[in-house]
């Protein structure tokens, strides 16, 4: 299984809303990372995590709460959102935290609209 | 902030020509990766050049590497409709997988 799934695949919300992206991959991959992408532009890091601990967090708002419940899932928790935020959302994963020359896999994204 | 920085931005060709693409990126690296996009989909690995190789093959893609000019260039041969996407070039600049991407070509190949 070389997949990466992620859910919700749409999601619109408030901007008093709290709501949750789910990440879930099944290659035994020790680091996960959520990545932001406006349109025409590309993917920009937020977050990653190394073994289940959060190792990067590229100046995120704390309206963006990641949480690596265990190995194989990543979420994102999202609070109090604004308009700007919409965006695909994806989720990637990668075998060894530490190494170099990795390759990420990356799931179908989720599609954010923040009204 | 962006490490590469790709050319042409858009790209359109007729099925069966070739397509080439640049990114130049900033600072050393590790490796260089390639990655495809379709619209508004995730993104495919392609192809990953190590710092110490020149150029790399894989099926229609052949990918070059100059570290002294810093810069990479992806060729696609004899092009699909299905090659139609966004190609992004992606650097390793320290472990720890923190990878940085380029602003992406728009490759549309026209049946």
């Known amino acids: 299984d070389t997949e990466v799934t992620q859910t919700p695949k749409h999601l619109v919300m408030g901007m008093t809303n709290k709501k949750s992206l789910k990440c879930e991959q099944h290659m035994g991959h020790r680091a996960m990372y959520w990545y932001k992408q406006k349109a025409k532009k590309p993917p920009e890091l937020m977050f990653v995590y190394s073994y289940e601990k959060l190792s990067i967090n590229e100046s995120v708002p704390s309206r963006f709460s990641p949480e690596c419940p265990n190995s194989s899932l990543l979420n994102l928790h999202l609070h109090a959102l604004q308009p700007e935020d919409s965006a695909l959302y994806l989720c990637?994963?990668?075998?060894?935290?530490?190494?170099?020359?990795?390759?990420?896999?990356f799931g179908p994204g989720t599609r954010l609209l923040v009204l | 902030s962006q490490q590469g920085e790709e050319d042409p931005q858009a790209l359109s060709i007729q099925e069966g020509e070739n397509a080439t693409m640049n990114c130049s990126y900033k600072?050393?690296?590790?490796?260089l990766q390639w990655y495809r996009q379709n619209s508004g989909r995730g993104l495919v690995h392609l192809i990953l050049i190590r710092s110490n190789e020149r150029e790399k093959h894989s099926g229609r893609l052949r990918v070059t590497l100059d570290t002294s000019k810093k810069s990479s260039s992806l060729l696609i041969t004899a092009s699909r409709a299905a090659d139609t996407a966004s190609y992004f070039c992606a650097t390793d600049a320290a472990a720890g997988n923190k990878l940085t991407f380029g602003g992406g070509t728009r490759v549309l190949v026209k049946p």
């Open positions: 600072t050393s690296i590790n490796n």
């Open positions: 990637a994963s990668s075998q060894d935290p530490v190494g170099t020359q990795e390759t990420q896999y």
